[in-house]
């Protein structure tokens, strides 16, 4: 292979993985809530997109936004290019590399540049060449988004790294390919674990992590764990390289955290609050909660806002529940254990957002008014469930209105995918600009349901004649189904749930919308 590569893995596809916080419609109220304005978003860009499920499904669902981006690997490329054009979407997608990328002197100045799992894995002189692009291609009041492995988190299990790659370095045969490197590096690795290594005694959790390690897919271990560059850095390093490019830590991306009393103790907020240097803060914060991966969202210039101004700016953000009402959860895990969600705050909150339609903040206040919920605690709720994933939020009516035949074509082609194969667990939402999971079995009850079947009984059906053909059984109490009629059965079971539970959630999310079929192609017409 020629070194198009840098030393980066490109023989073994990265998977297929939707990262909502590269979705632009979110970044309003995390950055009102830091105190700084939110640019309008015209240009945006994703950089090493991956197989492009991201920014394909931000393409599709934002066409007010011009999108860019690049991956050098050309299969990743051919996969993010039938999302764009299965949506009829007009992203620009290019197999360069950042350093042919960044270099093009045709490309806009941009609002929004976002990299996930990218900047921690790739060479010092990769990162550099970001560093200048964002400084000259992102505009004044520009976000950008990034997410990085930090210490002090990795301090236990990055030996198992340095293992994996010494492993691969003295006993990898030539022709090996990415993926036989790793299953031979783990192999070893829990070899070594079996003899009671004192390594494992001084650093009880580090066998944990390889048990964790041992059950993810190949493709996202090979682009993790065997890449020539693999650096921890704490987050005062990142924050040191960023600011060449004028950048500025705004908050974190995983805007659970903005809710401090789930993250720190009483103490350790006291403490915290004494530190004044942000980076450093941040740091010492990462320590606290010995932090391994983070995900931020920064600046370039920032604009303070009035306190009255960004209250109402905040006010006019627009959320929407993206689960079911009754599968909100009563408790979340947290930094600090499980945090139980006071019914009297969250429960009026979310029962006003049931019917999985989009509502701003000023109605979500006007329609609680009679609970005698502050508006600091309808916004605190609402930045720990849109970092849960349990709300998301939602784009204007009209950025809606020129969304849906775009998502509509791309959620048509996916589904028939669906239909041939697993592994792609996304659709399109023009409500949140973004994608929503959907599982594989969900995705076929809806394909029934879009092209006109009537009764979930045939979405069923329809369902299993395609997993048979596959050779699929149902999984019921951890036993595949053996008969023909116990897997229908079951499916048609499954089918009359998803209609009184994700049909619903789905349709107010606009992922389900019925195809105009004509009465041929109705009942059994497939
Ligand atoms: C860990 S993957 C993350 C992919 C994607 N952002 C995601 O999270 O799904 C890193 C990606 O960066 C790409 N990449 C690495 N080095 C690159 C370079 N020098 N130029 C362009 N792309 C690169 C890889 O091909 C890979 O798809």
């Not at 970044?27 to 997109?49: M, W």
């Not at 070899?191 to 001084?202: G, I, L, N, S, V």
Request: glycine share 8%; hydrophobic share 40%.
């Amino acid at each position: 292979m020629s070194d198009w590569t840098s030393g980066y893995v490109a023989d073994v596809e990265y998977t297929t993985g939707y990262f909502v916080e590269l979705n632009p419609v979110r970044l309003p109220i995390g950055l009102l809530n830091a105190g700084y304005a939110p640019p309008k978003v015209r240009n945006a860009c994703e950089l090493g997109f991956g197989q492009g499920m991201s920014i394909a499904m931000h393409a599709a669902a934002q066409p007010h936004v011009n999108w860019y981006g690049d991956d050098f690997n050309p299969d990743h490329v051919l996969f993010a290019r039938w999302l764009n054009d299965s949506a009829g979407a007009n992203a620009e997608l290019t197999d360069e590399s950042f350093e042919q990328f960044c270099s093009r002197d045709d490309l806009p100045m941009f609002d929004s540049i976002g990299l996930h799992g990218v900047w921690t894995w790739v060479s010092p002189q990769n990162r550099d060449i970001i560093i200048d692009f964002i400084n000259r291609k992102l505009n004044v009041g520009g976000v950008v988004y990034c997410s990085y492995n930090v210490m002090p988190g990795w301090s236990t299990a990055a030996p198992l790294r340095e293992l994996m790659k010494l492993h691969t370095r003295m006993t990898a045969g030539a022709g090996m390919g990415s993926g036989e490197k790793m299953e031979a590096a783990l192999n070893f690795i829990g070899e070594m674990f079996d003899r009671d290594p004192q390594y494992q005694a001084a650093n009880p959790q580090a066998k944990a992590k390889f048990e964790q390690m041992k059950t993810m897919p190949p493709g996202y271990l090979s682009h993790e764990y065997m890449n020539s560059n693999w650096d921890l850095m704490y987050f005062s390093d990142i924050a040191d390289m960023l600011g060449a490019a004028k950048l500025q830590f705004a908050c974190s991306a995983s805007y659970q955290e903005a809710v401090e009393e789930t993250q720190f103790t009483p103490a350790q907020r006291a403490w915290l609050a004494g530190v004044d240097n942000e980076p450093f803060r941040e740091t010492m914060k990462d320590f606290m909660r010995n932090t391994q991966f983070r995900k931020d969202y920064w600046v370039k210039g920032g604009l303070a806002l009035p306190q009255a101004e960004r209250i109402e700016r905040i006010r006019d953000v627009r959320v929407v529940l993206q689960v079911q009402r009754a599968n909100v959860p009563l408790t979340v895990s947290s930094a600090l254990g499980d945090v139980t969600l006071v019914p009297e705050i969250y429960g009026p909150i979310v029962d006003f957002l049931a019917d999985n339609r989009p509502h701003s903040i000023r109605d979500i206040e006007i329609g609680i008014q009679d609970k005698n919920i502050q508006f600091g605690q309808v916004l605190q709720a609402l930045m720990l469930l849109t970092g849960l994933g349990q709300v998301g939020f939602a784009q204007s009516d009209t950025e809606i209105a020129a969304a849906r035949a775009h998502t509509q074509k791309l959620n048509t082609a996916l589904l028939r995918r669906a239909e041939a194969e697993d592994g792609i667990n996304y659709l399109a939402s023009p409500v949140t600009g973004g994608a929503i999971a959907v599982a594989r079995v969900d995705q076929l009850f809806l394909k029934g349901w879009a092209d006109g079947l009537a009764e979930p009984a045939d979405w069923g059906d329809s369902a299993w004649r395609v997993l048979e053909a596959g050779g699929v059984r149902v999984i019921k109490d951890g036993q595949p189904l053996n008969s023909a009629e116990e897997n229908r059965v079951a499916l048609v079971e499954a089918a009359e749930k998803f209609r009184g539970t994700l049909l619903v959630l789905f349709q107010g999310l606009e992922i389900a919308v019925p195809r105009k079929v004509s009465p041929a192609g109705r009942k059994g017409g497939r």
